[in-house]
């Protein structure tokens, strides 16, 4: 059960995109199109961005976008906002009936 | 609107116990998976254990498993998390967490556990 690999920072200005990458194995990110993205605010709880893979919960902004090649998937947020600075956590089902997070990366909008 | 609110946290010895609960409202607790989630503050985020809707099935993550049980009252509303034989390393913020399919969709604030002599 190792934790998802997630780049520990990016940053991007104001307008600009950035792509977080989440790369596991073939027993979880490769294995299982349930890949989900959640933001976490400081001192806040976090909040699910985006769930299998690609698709938005009502109410998130279509900035937000997720993708998957292989064993690897990947958030996307176009045309950054000073409110998109949060902590991103990927996380996937995998094949012991368990989840896993990534590591987390912290977003900084310059 | 979803509300979980934790309860049961905090100081105990290595080798102790804690029981933590999470009061459930605004959804239909019921018919939801149910999991657990821990945090360091200011570290990540670690799954710990789920619970199917009826608490018929369960699983774990290694680093708990053994120690750590999970359990539900749908009754009540609440949803447990027994700890024995506490260690240092689980020393984090247990947040309770209502599934949707196989994804995290509301978080509760969380309750502090600190292990410690």
């Known amino acids: 059960q190792s934790a998802l690999t997630q780049p520990a920072s990016v940053s991007g200005s104001p307008g600009q995109s950035i792509t977080i990458s989440c790369t596991g194995t073939s027993s979880d990110v490769g294995g299982y199109n349930y890949v989900a993205w959640y933001q976490q605010h400081p001192g806040k709880a976090p909040k699910l961005m985006i769930y299998?893979?690609?698709n938005r919960p009502s109410g998130v902004s279509n900035r937000f976008s997720g993708s998957k090649s292989g064993n690897t998937a990947s958030l996307t947020i176009s045309g950054l906002q000073a409110e998109d600075e949060a902590d991103y956590y990927c996380?996937?089902?995998?094949?012991?009936?368990?989840?896993?997070f990534g590591g987390g990366t912290k977003l900084t909008v310059l | 609107e979803v509300q979980l609110v934790e309860s049961g946290g905090g100081l105990v010895q290595p080798g102790g116990s804690l029981r933590l609960s999470c009061a459930a409202s605004?959804?239909?607790?019921?018919?939801?998976?149910m999991h657990w989630v821990r945090q360091v503050p200011g570290k990540g985020l670690v799954w710990v254990s789920r619970i199917n809707s009826d608490g018929s099935s369960s699983s774990y993550a290694d680093s708990v498993k053994g120690r750590f049980t999970i359990s539900r009252d749908n009754a009540k509303n609440t949803l447990y998390l027994q700890m024995n034989s506490l260690r240092a390393e689980d020393t984090a913020v247990y947040c309770c967490?209502?599934?949707?399919?196989?994804?995290?969709?509301?978080w509760g604030q969380g309750t502090l556990v600190t292990v410690s002599s």
């Open positions: 967490v209502v599934s949707g399919n196989f994804r995290f969709d509301y």
């Open positions: 299998e893979v690609s």
């Open positions: 996380s996937s089902y995998t094949s012991s009936s368990t989840w896993v």
């Open positions: 605004g959804f239909t607790f019921s018919s939801h998976w």
